[in-house]
């Protein structure tokens, strides 16, 4: 998906309001959040996120004092993100700065900086090759520098049209990498074997991974989802999604993964 997919749709509005106002989306994000603080830097660290979209995973990084960088192909999802970012302090803005410009070119469009994190959330799907991205994102990666990626887990697709008893498509599904997503485009899937291997190969060994994306899927696929507003119940439920996703068998079936990893220092 390039950045003219999100122009004169409700897609970008979609994206950026609906699906993060859920309790999933919540859930979704608190989950990322906490699993990336466990292997950020301190702040004021720099952060370069790639197809930033409106910046619901690294506003939440420079409210916490990082300096940040959104890269994204869309002017929509960047003017998304400006009017997001009016919700910010005046220090907090101070500490954002946005690039319009294809992820598959970070590196360059970035004058070869290279940053203490480069998050990529929710964008491989998007492309019918990964590799070209990666690499970019390991060229953006400072030494000893952390790569946050998530992803489609592509073990898990049978998932979806399971739960939305679509059985011939379940069925279909186990050997599929491709699926028409929630946002209905169509999106593929990785492994996480498939995708530590890929960075590995640029001097950037993967450190962990973790689920996203397990128990608030399936009550929303099955008709229960949560009410944004019962927060005492979404906290909960954020709770368990994170204590689930560093857990076998329980984030193996997570419809998404995130793959930490970190540069070799040298």
């Not at 950026?16 to 959040?33: I, N, P, Q, T």
């Not at 186990?174 to 169509?186: D, K």
Request: hydrophobic residues 40%; contains cysteine.
């Amino acid at each position: 998906m390039d950045g003219n997919t999100w122009e004169g749709t409700d897609l970008a509005d979609h994206y950026a309001e609906d699906a993060f106002a859920s309790a999933k989306g919540y859930v979704r994000s608190y989950v990322l959040h906490q699993q990336l603080l466990e292997h950020l830097p301190p702040a004021p660290a720099t952060v370069l996120d790639v197809g930033g979209g409106a910046g619901h995973h690294s506003f939440p990084l420079a409210r916490a004092g990082y300096e940040v960088t959104l890269l994204d192909p869309s002017q929509a999802m960047l003017d998304k993100a400006q009017q997001r970012l009016e919700r910010l302090t005046e220090q907090e803005r101070r500490r954002v700065t946005f690039v319009r410009a294809d992820g598959e070119r970070a590196h360059e469009v970035v004058s070869g900086e290279q940053f203490a994190a480069v998050l990529c959330h929710g964008v491989l799907g998007y492309l019918e090759r990964p590799e070209t991205l990666v690499d970019q994102l390991c060229r953006c990666t400072g030494a000893d520098g952390v790569l946050s990626i998530m992803t489609g887990n592509a073990r898990a697709m049978a998932v979806l049209p399971a739960l939305e008893r679509r059985w011939d498509d379940a069925l279909a599904a186990f050997e599929a990498r491709t699926e028409t997503n929630v946002l209905g485009v169509q999106s593929r899937a990785d492994t996480v074997e498939e995708l530590s291997e890929l960075v590995r190969n640029h001097g950037v060994e993967p450190l962990c991974w973790y689920g996203v994306w397990l128990f608030v899927d399936w009550l929303e696929f099955s008709g229960a989802e949560l009410d944004p507003n019962a927060s005492q119940e979404v906290a909960k439920a954020a709770a368990v999604e994170l204590e689930a996703s560093r857990r076998d068998p329980y984030r193996q079936l997570s419809r998404a993964f995130h793959l930490v990893a970190r540069k070799d220092p040298s």
